[in-house]
């Protein structure tokens, strides 16, 4: 069964604390993607890998890192410089850098009090 | 940097009718639109995508066009079912970076 998980699906964290979101894909992708999405809004990129050990900013970057280890890993992390963490974090995957589409996972809502 | 504007917001049509959702862009450098529906609490499937050499494209009761010259492009739903309700987006491709719209919450009315 190939595609794209995201876990958990609901996470929660206190303020001030860093979290980090798993994305992993079995589909062979090269490229993988962070965005966020916020009620009644598009979706926002963070962060994109267009191969292993290499990843570039998206459009708001600040306040997130990731890494790119394997192939079929993209783990994010929320620190604790993000103002507004609270929100819906997707992963997509496309199968290289010179592919448009891309495939979602699930998604993980993260609540930050 | 890209701007893709998205209309309308929500939109009810009755079972069977035919529903439009429009969306704009503003960099001509663009070539891939795709659409996603989203449903509750999952994750955007693609379900249509267009590029910029063509001019419309149809898969069963879903179809997209294109104006490269007025820059937008539009989503026709014909034949609508229940199933079909749903938050829909476009988007525009540049250096496969996509730029997503806002949405369209679509409520198919039995």
């Known amino acids: 069964d190939g595609g794209i998980t995201q876990s958990p699906k609901y996470l929660f964290r206190k303020e001030g604390q860093n979290v980090t979101l798993s994305c992993e894909q079995n589909?062979?992708?090269?490229?993988m993607y962070w965005y966020r999405q916020d009620p009644g809004q598009g979706l926002r990129l963070i962060y994109y890998s267009q191969i292993v050990n290499d990843f570039q900013k998206g459009d708001i970057a600040e306040g997130y890192s990731v890494s790119r280890e394997k192939k079929e890993s993209f783990p994010l992390t929320v620190t604790s410089a993000q103002k507004n963490p609270t929100a819906f974090y997707l992963c997509a995957s496309s199968i290289s850098s010179g592919s448009h589409e891309q495939y979602f996972g699930p998604g993980t809502r993260l609540t930050v009090t | 940097g890209e701007n893709v504007e998205q209309h309308p917001s929500t939109l009810s049509v009755q079972e069977g009718d035919s529903a439009v959702i429009k969306c704009t862009y503003s960099?001509?450098?663009?070539?891939?639109f795709p659409w996603y529906k989203q449903e509750l609490g999952k994750g955007p499937q693609l379900i249509i995508d267009i590029r910029s050499n063509v001019g419309e494209k149809k898969d069963q009761r879903i179809a997209v066009t294109l104006n490269k010259t007025a820059k937008h492009f539009s989503l026709h739903i014909t034949e609508t079912q229940p199933e079909d309700s749903a938050v829909y987006f476009c988007a525009a491709s540049i250096n496969e970076k996509l730029t997503f719209g806002t949405g369209t919450r679509l409520t198919i009315i039995p």
């Open positions: 589909l062979n992708h090269d490229a």
């Open positions: 960099d001509s450098a663009s070539n891939y």
